[in-house]
């Protein structure tokens, strides 16, 4: 019966490590909802007993985040200690650079309002142009 638990914890464990592997940031993900993903898959193999170095969870976050957090991955790997920092800290810092991006510029939805109004208005000023062309 024993066997029989070890191997099913094997083919879950492996089942993660490639769930692992494939997981990468859309764009339109924040930090928060990303990082639970991760979080949520490296705590399961770990409760399953397999060993994963917090080292390559740091490497894999910053590995595949989103283009919008290229710059701030890019410093933490050049000017962090990857192999001695916490996947909380870089938690941590990104979400610290996605709030401060908040504060600059439109958010995406204002963005994709005014490009919808601006599709609307030319619609719009088409169907009075060709109306006008009819009378």
Request: hydrophobic residues 30%; neutral net charge; charged residues 40%.
């Given at each position: 019966?024993?066997?029989?638990?070890?191997?099913?914890?094997?083919?879950?464990?492996?089942?993660?490590k490639a769930e692992f592997e494939a997981l990468s940031m859309k764009?339109?993900?924040g930090v928060d909802e990303f990082t639970v993903k991760v979080t949520?898959?490296?705590?399961?193999?770990?409760?399953?007993?397999?060993?994963?170095?917090?080292?390559y969870v740091v490497k894999k976050l910053l590995r595949v985040v989103?283009?919008?957090?290229?710059?701030?991955?890019?410093?933490?790997?050049?000017?962090?200690?990857?192999?001695?920092?916490?996947?909380?800290?870089?938690?941590?810092?990104?979400?610290?650079?996605?709030?401060?991006?908040?504060?600059?510029?439109?958010?995406?939805?204002?963005?994709?309002?005014?490009?919808?109004?601006?599709?609307?208005?030319?619609?719009?000023?088409?169907?009075?142009?060709?109306?006008?062309?009819?009378?």
């Open positions: 019966m024993f066997l029989g638990v070890d191997r099913v914890k094997a083919v879950r464990i492996q089942t993660l764009e339109t993900e949520n898959t490296v705590s399961t193999r770990r409760t399953l007993g397999d060993t994963i170095e917090e080292s989103s283009y919008k957090f290229l710059k701030i991955a890019s410093t933490l790997e050049q000017f962090g200690d990857l192999e001695t920092m916490a996947a909380e800290e870089v938690t941590g810092r990104l979400k610290d650079h996605e709030e401060r991006m908040k504060g600059h510029g439109e958010s995406d939805k204002k963005k994709l309002l005014l490009t919808h109004k601006e599709w609307s208005d030319r619609k719009n000023e088409n169907r009075g142009g060709n109306q006008e062309k009819v009378k």
